[in-house]
C-alpha cells in the first residue's frame, strides 16, 4: 500500500466531513506565497480538532505553535460569543501572516496571538492565571513537549483535554538510539504519559496526504 492511498481517503474525508471554505483556503494560499512551511495540520484534523473542542465545551484554548493560524481557525470557530484561544508563535513573521488570516476569518475578537518563545510565554500566562484552559493544542517545537504539556498540566481543570501534535514521527519514536532532538523530545514526553497518573492518555497514529505521524490526547482527572 502506497501513501496515495491515504492521500485520496484524506482528500475524500475532507470533501465529505470538513470541507473547507474561503477563509481556509486563503490562509493555506498566503503559506505558499509567504515562504511558510507547510507544515500545518490537515482539514481532518482541523475538523478533529473542532470535535474535541466541541466535546469538552471549549471556552478558554491555548495553542503552542500558531503557523498561519489554519489550525487556529478552526478552534477558534467552536468558540462561544465570550470564548477566547491564545496562540503562541515565535516567529514573527509567521505571526504576522496568521494575524492577517484570523482578521479575514472574522475571528480577530476570539483570537490572541503572543509572540514568543513557548517555554518564555507559558510561565507568564500562568502568572497572569489565565487559564484553566478547557483544551490545549501543542504542535511549537518538539524538543521542549514534555515541558510544555507540564504547563499544560498546570493550566488545567479536571476534564481539560490536552492534544499533542507530531508524536509518532514517522515511527522515528521506535529507534532508541535516535540523535534526532525533535524525536527525543517527542519520546521523552510519550514516555512520561505513560507514568503521568494525572491524566488518561493515549496516542492515535495518523496518516493522511502530508506524513505518517500520531497525536496524544490526554484528558486531565
Ligand atoms: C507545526 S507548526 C504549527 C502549525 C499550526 N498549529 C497549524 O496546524 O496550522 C509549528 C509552529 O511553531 C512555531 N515554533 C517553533 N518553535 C517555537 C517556540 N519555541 N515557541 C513558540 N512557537 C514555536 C514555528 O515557528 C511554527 O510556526
Redesign the pocket.
Given at each position: 500500500m502506497d501513501n496515495l492511498i491515504f492521500e485520496k481517503v484524506d482528500n475524500y474525508i475532507a470533501e465529505l466531513l470538513a470541507p473547507e471554505d474561503k477563509a481556509l483556503t486563503d490562509?493555506l494560499d498566503s503559506i505558499e506565497r509567504e515562504g511558510?512551511?507547510s507544515?500545518?495540520?490537515s482539514a481532518p484534523?482541523?475538523k478533529f480538532l473542532q470535535v474535541m473542542a466541541l466535546a469538552c465545551n471549549a471556552k478558554n484554548i491555548l495553542?503552542?505553535?500558531?503557523?498561519?493560524?489554519?489550525?487556529?481557525?478552526?478552534l477558534a470557530r467552536t468558540l462561544p460569543e465570550d470564548g477566547k484561544i491564545i496562540?503562541?508563535?515565535?516567529?514573527e513573521h509567521?505571526?504576522a501572516v496568521?494575524q492577517k488570516n484570523i482578521d479575514n476569518a472574522g475571528l480577530s475578537a476570539k483570537v490572541n496571538i503572543r509572540i514568543?518563545?513557548?517555554?518564555?510565554?507559558l510561565p507568564q500566562i500562568l502568572a497572569n492565571e489565565e487559564g484553566p484552559f478547557d483544551l490545549v493544542?501543542i504542535?511549537?517545537?518538539k524538543p521542549?513537549y514534555k515541558e510544555y504539556f507540564e504547563y499544560a498540566l498546570q493550566l488545567s481543570r479536571p476534564g481539560t483535554i490536552i492534544i499533542c501534535?507530531?508524536v509518532v514521527r514517522n515511527g522515528a519514536i521506535l529507534d532508541e538510539n535516535t540523535t534526532d532532538e525533535r524525536v527525543q523530545g517527542v519520546q521523552r514526553l510519550n514516555k512520561f504519559l505513560s507514568t503521568c497518573n494525572k491524566v488518561t492518555a493515549t496516542i492515535m497514529q495518523t496518516v493522511g496526504a502530508k506524513e505518517y505521524d500520531g497525536m496524544a490526547i490526554a484528558i486531565v482527572k
Open positions: 490562509t511558510i512551511p507544515i500545518s495540520v484534523q482541523g495553542e503552542l505553535g500558531t503557523l498561519a493560524g489554519y489550525s487556529t481557525i478552526w496562540t503562541v508563535e515565535f516567529d509567521h505571526a496568521a514568543g518563545k513557548a517555554i518564555d510565554i493544542f504542535d511549537a517545537d521542549p501534535d507530531n
